[in-house]
């Protein structure tokens, strides 16, 4: 079975405090696909990453940075110096077999305050 | 390059009734997936069409369909509307495997 587990609900933050956004996955499928999404207020998800099953190589890009251990099946998501535009709910998802469908995780929604 | 669109943005239907939803992906790709969001499943596949066929099913009932035309635009439709079909209904437009989103439509089924 396919599944992605975010065990945070809710993080609040204050402005320019680092936060860590947790995503387990599981998934017996050698080849995958681990993406994270994000969903202002807006409601439209925008892409922020996506990485395969065979790049461990861990990526920072400006604020964001990005770990994925395939030892402990995880790739969790930081922000540094959180802003309040980061405010969002923040989505994991896996993409594993042959096909294009995305298992998702229920999501973290992250409040920002000033 | 244009990103996904989707119409319309909002909808109103009642309880029996039928929708259609459109879906123009980014020009140049094929493939256009569908899911449903809601606060209590929250994310959840409806189908996926490459090249005018259907590749994949998530687990809906037949109420819920969906078709591609040739440009690659894709409709979705739900018949005889139940009241936990509320949603928001994204569109995504694929290239590879990364996956573009559309703003949605937020159909409210009263």
């Known amino acids: 079975a396919q599944k992605v587990t975010q065990a945070q609900t809710e993080i609040s933050v204050v402005e320019k405090e680092d936060v860590t956004l947790d995503c387990v996955y599981e998934t017996r499928d050698t080849t995958y696909y681990l993406f994270w999404y994000k969903q202002p207020p807006s409601g439209e998800l925008v892409f922020l990453i996506r990485r395969n099953s065979f790049d461990e190589q861990n990526e920072i890009s400006g604020r964001y940075s990005w770990n994925f251990q395939k030892s402990t099946s995880s790739f969790n998501f930081t922000i540094t110096a959180s802003q309040v535009v980061d405010s969002a709910v923040y989505f994991c998802?896996?993409?594993?077999?042959?096909?294009?469908?995305?298992?998702w995780g229920l999501g973290t929604s992250l409040a920002v305050n000033p | 390059k244009a990103g996904v669109t989707q119409t319309p943005r909002y909808l109103i239907k009642t309880r029996g009734q039928q929708v259609t939803l459109s879906c123009s992906p980014i020009?140049?790709?094929?493939?256009v997936s569908w899911y449903q969001q809601t606060p209590g499943q929250g994310l959840q596949f409806l189908f996926e069409y490459f090249s005018e066929t259907q590749r994949n099913k998530g687990n809906f009932p037949g109420r819920f369909s969906g078709r591609q035309f040739s440009n690659s635009r894709s409709e979705m439709n739900v018949s005889t509307l139940e009241l936990g079909d509320s949603a928001l209904y994204l569109c995504?437009?694929?290239?590879?495997?990364?996956?573009?989103f559309g703003p949605g439509t937020r159909l409210t089924v009263t």
């Open positions: 998802a896996l993409n594993a077999g042959n096909n294009r469908k995305l298992i």
């Open positions: 020009s140049g790709h094929r493939s």
């Open positions: 995504a437009s694929t290239q590879g495997s990364e996956q573009y």
